[in-house]
């Protein structure tokens, strides 16, 4: 039972953090994107969880629409290691890609 709160505590950590990053994404104006289309923070969130869930967790810096190698969003990620990485995501938040500043981290070449 008590492991059962610590893992919904924790995804709610999560989901409070990717609203809370989404939202700051909106309010910069950072939520047009390349494709001109806005979104909403329950997307913001969706797609940051996901990123999140995918770098094996971090800090997000920014959120925004992608239309880049099948991609629909992207996101900058932090790594707890201090590295940065640009995730790729599909309209379902399946990851494309994850990138580096030399390297796909995925395996896949460029």
């Known amino acids: 039972m008590v492991r059962k709160r610590r893992v919904a505590a924790t995804a709610a950590a999560v989901v409070a953090a990717a609203v809370a990053v989404g939202g700051a994404a909106l309010a910069d104006g950072e939520g047009s994107g390349d494709d001109g289309g806005g979104y909403t923070p329950q ?27 099948g991609a629909t969003w992207e996101v900058e990620v932090t790594r707890t290691d201090g590295s940065t990485v640009d995730v790729r995501l599909d309209e379902a938040y399946r990851v494309v ?3 580096g500043d030399s390297e796909d981290l995925d395996g896949s070449a460029d």
């Open 97 to 99: 890609v994850i990138e």
């Open 43 to 69: 997307q913001a969130a969706a797609a940051t969880s996901a990123a999140l869930e995918a770098t094996g967790g971090g800090r997000a810096n920014a959120v925004e629409r992608d239309d880049e190698d």
